[in-house]
């Protein structure tokens, strides 16, 4: 495991699986066989594939190549993740915020309002 705590392994793990997901979706929504996208990019059918199934992740560069040569383009976003740990676990926040709520039990008329008056 290279020193990776289990932790890190997931993420890499689940990088993995993503990358397969995208490239093996972005070749056949492209309706490319795994040889054509590899004659493409220059590179061999077997190789494909194995970024395909997870065995092997291609590096930046090459991911950005492929994805063009099956006609789309590559987008990178930045999204908060929930991280936990012993001092303040995974879900505590969620916990806390569903304790509060609850001392505060919602009051609701049978009929929903209509309208809100300002």
Do not use: W
């Not at 590899?38 to 992740?57: M, N, P, W």
């Amino acid at each position: 495991m290279h020193g990776r705590t289990d932790i890190q392994q997931e993420q890499v793990d689940r990088y993995t699986r993503k990358v397969a997901e995208l490239l093996k979706y972005a070749r056949r929504k492209s309706g490319l066989s795994a040889r054509e996208l590899a004659r493409r990019v220059g590179s061999s059918h077997s190789t494909i594939l194995a970024y395909e199934s997870g065995k092997k992740v291609p590096v930046t560069t090459t991911l950005m190549r492929l994805i063009h040569a099956c006609g789309f383009s590559l987008d990178f976003e930045l999204a908060p993740r929930i991280r936990g740990d012993n001092e303040y676990p995974r879900g505590a926040e969620l916990e806390e915020v569903l304790g509060l709520a609850a001392m505060f039990p919602a009051r609701h008329g049978k009929q929903p309002d209509a309208k809100l008056k300002l």
